[in-house]
């Protein structure tokens, strides 16, 4: 995209005066972002770091997940399937600065491996994130094949360029690099603002943007409690702001959340039955799973009482408006031996399944919930898991048995719904093409 505006312009120039990643950071990269592997072929263990190889001591090492290698003593992983080449992709992010504005650049690592060679590696700047103080960004990034399934199928020929603001939207923007380069050049603002040398797992330029832009964010950071800005920032800004209330009454009292999910479930409960949510003894629970089931059948007993009836005449109603919006998702069905996963169709089945499961799908109105989808992962028809799939950010957002616990298939569930994902990609991008 050629440079049009004043602020584009600006960027696209600076850019140019960057220093070029240097031999220090691809070093750092090399050492500090691969795993390191190891191959079996032929009866013989093979590193893929210093091109040793030699014969095991036991019989059994197939299903050896990890090994030791006795020239390096590098702790390495298995390859689980033998082949000629070997790679391995992963991102890595450089904090600079220039002139007032802070610079997240992604660097894109490739290690190619080989029995009996030495690793070769190749680094390239994918994306230049360019945050000013007030949390505005402009991204600039080298071109993708539009042809790929994957999102991030760098042209590493092309050029880094300036890209329009509705690349924010793109999953390219999000990609959270796996470590950051520890010598870093820091805004003071963001230093104000609470930020010392950690991104806590979060994607750096997402950071930056939520603490500079967001008070919020900034409280959260500053008081320490990064688990809970983890989930503001990478899952849901909406319920933290909604419940505002009860969140400032855990932090004063410095409550310990293991489930944040759980927890906001909870909390719409007590606004439910318009309890004070500055009270501690209520907004910080000893036994959170206990009282949040207590509720919801408390909640579940007084709409079947009162409102069973009206419930009804709602339910149609939300039929017409929940297939408005989710039709495009209807018929998409996952399987894999006795498990099947499923959309769900009607509202009438949201009551259903929280009522077999024991957990408030019904009661909290997730047929309401504009930028959800829910899934029922059934084992020979009868339900062990509701699924919750956040369109936005297209990734699962919970998944949860009988009473809000894991069931024995949690683990395939959720393998199933991440190597199914895409068809919900699919579906979105043909109905906007339709559209």
């Given at each position: ?166 690349f924010l939207d793109?999953p390219k923007y ?88 759980l927890w906001f ?171």
């Amino acid at each position: 995209m050629i440079p049009k505006t004043k602020i584009e312009k600006e960027i696209t120039a600076l850019s140019a005066s960057l220093t070029p990643i240097n031999t220090e950071m691809k070093k750092w990269a090399e050492q500090n972002i691969f795993l390191k592997w190891a191959a079996l072929s032929r009866g013989k263990f093979h590193c893929l770091e210093c091109a040793h190889s030699w014969k095991p001591d036991t019989k059994n090492t197939a299903c050896q997940n990890f090994t030791k290698c006795t020239a390096c003593n590098c702790k390495l992983k298995m390859f689980q399937y033998n082949q000629v080449h070997f790679h391995e992709i992963e991102y890595s992010a450089v904090l600079d600065t220039k002139a007032n504005f802070q610079v997240v650049r992604i660097i894109c690592s490739y290690k190619e491996m080989k029995k009996n060679c030495m690793p070769t590696y190749t680094h390239k700047e994918v994306m230049q994130h360019w945050i000013n103080a007030k949390g505005e960004t402009r991204s600039l990034s080298l071109s993708t094949n539009l042809f790929s399934q994957a999102y991030d199928a760098w042209k590493l020929h092309s050029t880094l360029e300036i890209r329009p603001k509705s690349f924010l939207d793109t999953p390219k923007y999000t990609i959270n690099p796996y470590k950051v380069f520890p010598k870093m050049k820091i805004l003071p603002i963001l230093k104000r603002n609470g930020f010392k040398s950690s991104c806590y797992k979060i994607a750096p330029q997402l950071l930056f943007v939520a603490i500079l832009s967001d008070s919020i964010a900034e409280t959260l950071l500053k008081s320490g409690q990064t688990a809970m800005l983890y989930y503001y920032i990478q899952t849901s800004r909406q319920r933290i702001k909604e419940n505002w209330k009860a969140v400032k009454t855990y932090l004063k009292h410095h409550y310990i959340i293991e489930d944040y999910d759980l927890w906001f479930d909870y909390i719409e409960l007590l606004h439910w039955f318009k309890k004070d949510l500055c009270n501690p003894a209520l907004v910080c629970p000893e036994n959170l799973h206990q009282l949040h089931d207590k509720l919801v059948l408390k909640k579940r007993t007084i709409q079947h009482k009162q409102y069973l009836e009206k419930m009804r005449a709602e339910i149609a109603k939300a039929q017409a408006s929940y297939t408005e919006e989710k039709k495009t998702f209807f018929g998409l069905t996952f399987s894999n031996e006795n498990l099947k996963i499923a959309v769900l169709e009607n509202v009438q089945d949201f009551l259903k399944e929280g009522d077999a499961l024991h957990h408030c799908l019904f009661t909290n109105e997730y047929f309401k919930k504009k930028d959800s989808l829910i899934f029922s992962a059934r084992m020979d028809d009868t339900p062990i898991e509701t699924i919750e799939v956040s369109l936005s950010k297209m990734k699962i957002v919970q998944c949860r048995g009988l009473k809000n616990k894991n069931s024995k298939q949690h683990k395939m569930i959720l393998n199933l719904m991440k190597k199914n994902l895409y068809q919900i990609r699919n579906r979105i991008k043909k109905n906007k093409t339709v559209k």
